[in-house]
Nanobody, 119 residues
């Protein structure tokens, strides 16, 4: 069973920074894309950032230039450095990974970590 465990959420004032981390565990033959999504109350889950196994990245328009995604393939981890945070970044942030494991290929989600930005 593949599991994703996030850490690093919390509360910060506008303009501050937070770093989220996500570690994948379990029997995994390969991990393709890894990414971060977020969901604020009353809204749909949206893409924050995604990174391929080779390191190519893609960001949601609202976070470009402020957030940076990175990964360590050897450790099966993905990180999200969030700078210049705004109140509208407040949401539950979810880690996602496209994994090829013992049950074939599937998308897995973490439990989510709350990020709150106050003005």
């Amino acid at each position: 069973q593949v599991q994703l465990v996030e850490s690093g959420g919390g509360s910060v004032q506008a303009g501050g920074s937070l770093r989220l981390s996500c570690a994948a565990s379990g029997i995994m033959f390969s991990i393709n894309d890894m990414g971060w999504y977020r969901q604020a109350p009353g809204t749909e889950r949206e893409l924050v950032a995604v990174i391929t196994r080779g390191g190519s990245t893609n960001y949601g328009d609202s976070v470009k230039g402020r957030f940076t995604i990175s990964r360590d393939n050897a450790k099966s981890t993905v990180n999200l450095q969030m700078n210049s945070l705004k109140p509208e970044d407040t949401a539950v942030y979810y880690c996602n990974a496209d994994v090829y494991g013992t049950r074939g290929r599937g998308h897995y989600w973490g439990q989510g970590t709350q990020v709150t930005v106050s003005s």
